[in-house]
């Protein structure tokens, strides 16, 4: 995967209509000077796997996780931290370039 020319970034929850995230971040691009766009993203439990392991393709660089997936999400991801596992949530996804 190459890096996209504007990093993508997003939320990943249901619902992430109230979610303060995309106008936080948009902001702090701007503001910063930066390239980058930030999605907000509402997924149904039943494509929350198949839409993880896809955006990485799309040029994603990671995502900020929502309720009511913070749990489930340690399932899905390749590597999760020991601060992660103790806690038994996660509230970051990082997408690396070699594809964990």
Known sequence: ????AIPLAGVIGS????SRSPRLF???????GLKGVYVPMDIAQAD??????????????GVNIA???KESV???ADL?????????????LIFRKDGK
């Open 67 to 69: 309720a009511p997936y």
């Open 48 to 61: 929350l796997a198949q839409v993880i392991r896809t955006l990485p393709k799309m040029g994603f660089v």
């Open 15 to 18: 619902p992430v209509a109230t």
């Open 74 to 76: 340690l399932s899905i």
């Open 80 to 92: 999760i931290t020991d601060r992660a596992t103790l806690i038994g949530s996660a509230n970051t």
């Open 26 to 32: 948009t902001h702090w691009l701007r503001s910063m």
């Open 1 to 4: 995967m190459t890096a996209p």
